[in-house]
């Protein structure tokens, strides 16, 4: 979806860095939509040449091609320590969370509907639903996981698991439409 953003520069000696700014990709928040950010890139190219020549208000519009979810501004993680433990989505759609298994040996892990399966883990693993990669610090461990990445879906959700974990800490972001 693309959503566009009028803008006004008070500064001319700002333009490089507004320029600099609008560029490549990233996440955007609009005043009219709080308490969250879109991902989204610039979807035009900003005429800063005819904003300075001839337009006395010094303003333009900018088209950000957004991604189609809303993300839910600093989300607190997560600390499960229990298995059985039931978290609620608030969301409208399902969120792909970033889980850290703190744990040791195989574990079965099981996040709503979806069984993971965990091989030899030592100290910690993390399941990364948005990148669909495991790791620990900057090791890939994907060849330490079985199933697919988790995701939570909206209202309640199950995490339970069998082997030796402690905890695990879940990044939910949480997300609606």
């Keep these: 979806m693309i959503l566009t953003a009028t803008c006004f520069i008070s500064d001319l000696a700002q333009i490089p860095a507004i320029a ?7 996440t955007v928040t609009f005043a009219n939509r709080t308490g969250g ?19 006395p208000h010094c303003t333009f519009a900018v088209n950000f091609r957004c991604y189609p979810f809303f993300y839910a501004d600093a989300a607190a993680d997560i600390t499960v320590t229990a298995s059985g433990t039931i978290i609620a989505n608030p969301g409208s759609v399902y ?6 298994v703190m744990g040791s040996g195989d574990i079965i892990l099981m996040v709503g509907t979806t069984i993971v399966e965990l091989e030899n883990i ?7 639903s948005v990148l669909q990669e495991a790791y620990q610090g900057t090791m890939l461990m994907n060849d330490h996981m079985n199933g697919e990445f988790p995701v939570l879906k909206p209202g309640a959700n199950a995490i339970s698991w069998t082997g030796a974990v402690t ?8 997300r609606m439409l």
């Design 95 to 100: 969120s792909e969370p970033i889980l850290t």
């Design 20 to 26: 600099a700014w609008l560029k490549g990709s990233g």
């Design 167 to 174: 905890k695990i800490v879940i990044q939910p972001n949480w």
């Design 122 to 128: 030592s100290g910690s693993i993390v399941i990364d």
């Design 37 to 55: 950010y879109y991902k989204a890139r610039i979807a035009n190219q900003i005429p800063f040449e005819k904003v300075l020549r001839g337009n």
